[in-house]
């Protein structure tokens, strides 16, 4: 009989803690002391926007496991969103 090991859920991570993926998506700086972004778990449609210190995100990027949405996942995004808020959803062009 083989025991599996849970993920360790009090560790802080929230992709440990929920078991799915986390994004980030760096959207600025600010008086070149500050990080601007969207953090998302699960899907980067579904996002909230954040701002911290260079070092506490970069901490927080570690803690959580993070990958970097690419600068064309973050147009697509972008692209999705205007859709909906200018047009009408599931156009393609």
Not at 38 to 66: K, N, T
Request: proline share 5%; with cysteine; net charge negative.
């Amino acid at each position: 009989m083989t025991l599996s090991t849970p993920p360790d859920r009090h560790n802080g991570s929230a992709s440990a803690m929920t078991g799915q993926p986390c994004f980030v998506r760096v959207t600025g700086t600010r008086e070149a002391r500050f990080v601007e972004f969207e953090f998302a778990i699960g899907d980067p449609e579904l996002a909230v926007e954040l701002v911290m210190q260079f070092d506490q995100f970069r901490e927080f990027c570690e803690r959580h496991q993070v990958r970097h949405l690419t600068t064309e996942e973050g147009a697509r995004l972008d692209f999705e969103r205007m859709k909906w808020r200018y047009g009408a959803p599931g156009i393609d062009h």
